[in-house]
């Protein structure tokens, strides 16, 4: 059974910088694709930043600011998280998946989701 465990979340003033990590465990992730999805109160689960074989990409909203990175050998993802605003302000998922990265629908793991918090 595979498991995801995120880390790393909490309360930062705007413009600071929080890092998250993801760790799995039951199996290998090395050939799935891997990301991050956010979800605010109030709103939809929404794509953030996605890597795979075929490099990275992310979120328009967050372009320049995010950064998605991966330890295959540690079996993790991470996400570095600069100039936060009020908008970051989300419960911040995990995702793995063998099809699409960047859709919901096409995650086959989740991890519990941390919370990150961005004051004004």
């Known amino acids: 059974q595979v498991q995801l465990v995120e880390s790393g979340g909490g309360l930062v003033q705007a413009g600071g910088s929080l890092n998250l990590s993801c760790a799995a465990s039951?199996?290998?992730?090395?050939?799935?694709?891997m990301g991050w999805f956010r979800q605010a109160p109030g709103k939809e689960r929404e794509f953030v930043a996605g890597?795979?074989?075929?490099?990275?990409i992310t979120a328009d909203s967050v372009e320049g600011r995010f950064t998605i990175s991966r330890d295959n050998a540690k079996n993790s993802v991470f996400l570095q998280m600069n100039s936060l605003n009020a908008e970051d302000t989300a419960v911040y998922y995990c995702?793995?998946?063998?099809?699409?990265?960047?859709?919901?629908?096409?995650?086959?793991?989740w991890g519990q989701g941390t919370q990150v918090t961005v004051s004004s």
């Open positions: 890597i795979n074989w075929a490099g990275t």
């Open positions: 995702a793995a998946t063998m099809s699409n990265i960047q859709s919901i629908r096409a995650v086959e793991y």
């Open positions: 039951g199996r290998t992730l090395s050939n799935y694709g």
